[in-house]
């Protein structure tokens, strides 16, 4: 009789153990049924990645099979969670693909815009009607000691801005044109300001003001890469900050040209 | 009878993980993808990735005592929870690479209309 309760005790804590390890693998197999259900009549999951789609149902069968045997919740578990993963590989690689797809359509659409861009900045700069007197001229650059380095005045910002003026137009068209014809040729695109201000502002803003030509020069089809920004701020001033004068010479945008190779010289 | 019982369970028991064939196959291929995510640049920051990681070194832990059914559960599980963390990651930059396309167009659209 003693023998027989301690069984019965014994069976009862097995019967409850399995409960509940059944219970959990209950519950993460219906998460696993949620996701397959929502991944098998998505589109675009299906067109993406029909593979990972069968095998999360395949290991979703297989969990739900041996959900039906005894002692087998770990397993249950185990192919659940499978089967939950697949479904989740093949939704980021569907929304990969869109991105792609997205990707694409964007990259015509930058494209006809940089066209559309470059023409009208032409146009403008033909209007102005100093386009073919500059053609005659050569880039404006100056041999220093750095290389040839060639300088947009500050008069191509407005004051404390970043925005670069239309009447910067014919400078970076200039400049668009030499890239085009030297294409192995890099540049770094160089901030400076005067002195007066915050330093840390300053230094700020002649790295926005590089950028800004950067941006331009990109949005014009130069490949980023050929292209380095740096911003100096209040150093390396041209003249002295003590009259206007001066510091208008001071707040200036720098492009050093690179040699033939494209190698840049060191930083000042 | 009892005992008998008993005995037959445990034979049977035993049976089961003496059957399990070492998961050689599972281990390179979960190796191969945890492999794969680290050179797409995934990292223990993304959780799936630390799963991979910890379940890939249980599994090897598990082959070393010969528990092979074990081995072959964490291995598979780490090969998912790897190739997750790579489409994560890669989906990631494609979202970024998105991002920056559209903000290079919304300038180009903000610059034509500014035109003259």
């Known amino acids: 009789m003693p023998s027989l309760i301690r069984n019965g005790g014994l069976l009862l804590s097995l019967a409850l153990l399995a409960g509940c390890a059944s219970q959990q693998s209950q519950q993460v197999l219906t998460e696993a049924e949620l996701g397959f259900q929502q991944v098998k009549e998505d589109p675009d999951v299906l067109r993406s990645a029909p593979k990972d789609v069968i095998r999360a149902g395949e290991s979703l069968a297989r969990a739900e099979r041996l959900s039906s045997y005894w002692g087998s919740a770990e397993d249950v578990e185990h192919y659940a969670y499978l089967s939950q993963r697949y479904s989740q590989i093949a939704r980021q690689h569907a929304e990969l693909n869109l991105n792609q797809e997205r990707l694409a359509k964007l990259e015509l659409e930058r494209e006809r815009l940089q066209l559309a861009l470059r023409e009208a900045k032409l146009l403008s700069a033909q209007q102005q009607g100093q386009w073919l007197e500059e053609q005659m001229v050569s880039l404006a650059a100056s041999e220093t000691d750095r290389g040839l380095v060639m300088t947009l005045g500050d008069v191509l910002f407005d004051a404390g801005r970043t925005e670069l003026k239309p009447s910067a137009n014919r400078t970076i068209l200039k400049l668009v044109q030499f890239l085009q014809i030297n294409p192995r040729r890099a540049i770094r695109i160089e901030g400076y300001t005067d002195n007066s201000g915050v330093a840390a502002e300053n230094l700020e803003l002649s790295r926005a003001r590089a950028q800004a030509v950067a941006d331009m020069l990109a949005d014009l089809g130069i490949d980023p890469d050929r292209m380095e920004v740096k911003g100096y701020g209040e150093a390396h001033p041209l003249a002295e900050n003590a009259s206007s004068k001066g510091r208008a010479q001071n707040r200036r945008v720098e492009i050093l040209i690179s040699d033939e190779q494209g190698k840049l010289g060191d930083y000042r | ?116």
């Open chain 2, 1 to 116: 009878m009892n005992r008998r019982l008993t005995l037959g369970l445990t034979a049977l028991v035993l049976a089961g993980c003496a059957n399990d064939p070492a998961p050689h196959e599972q281990m390179r291929l979960t190796a191969q993808a945890v492999e794969q995510a680290r050179a797409v640049g995934a990292d223990p920051q993304i959780e799936e990735m630390r799963m991979a990681e910890q379940k890939l070194a249980r599994a090897e832990k598990n082959m070393g005592e010969e528990d092979y059914k074990r081995a072959r559960v964490f291995a598979e599980q780490a090969e998912l929870d790897a190739r997750l963390a790579e489409a994560k990651v890669v989906n990631l930059k494609s979202q970024k690479q998105l991002d920056a396309l559209n903000a290079r167009i919304t300038r180009l659209r903000k610059q034509l209309g500014e035109l003259p």
